[in-house]
């Protein structure tokens, strides 16, 4: 998780915990834990959505926009996999 992470439209802030569900095979998973891809099925999302349940504003960015920031760092130090 990256302290920095948030929606780029409401800086709803996530926590540590898999507040999402894959939209391939449904099981619960951290849009951050790696890189919006999925531990169960590998299904790569490349969006990311703002959980209206824990109070975000419901609307899907680019997954890189959630770093703000920090994407153009992340694509230098190449952690992007698959
Ligand atoms: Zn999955
Ligand atoms: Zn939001």
């Known amino acids: ?18 507040l999402w569900h894959c939209l391939e ?3 619960d998973m951290d849009m951050f834990d790696n890189l919006g891809r999925c531990n169960n ?3 790569n999302h490349d969006k990311t959505y ?4 824990y109070d975000g504003c419901g609307l ?4 890189l926009a959630w770093y ?14 698959g």
């Open 60 to 63: 899907s960015s680019p997954h």
């Open 25 to 27: 095979c449904g099981s």
């Open 50 to 53: 703002c959980p209206e349940e």
């Open 68 to 81: 703000g920031e920090f994407d153009e760092g992340l694509s230098k130090l190449n952690i992007i996999r």
């Open 41 to 43: 099925c590998g299904y």
């Open 1 to 18: 998780m990256i302290e920095k992470v948030h929606c780029p439209h409401c800086a709803w802030k996530p926590s540590a915990e898999k």
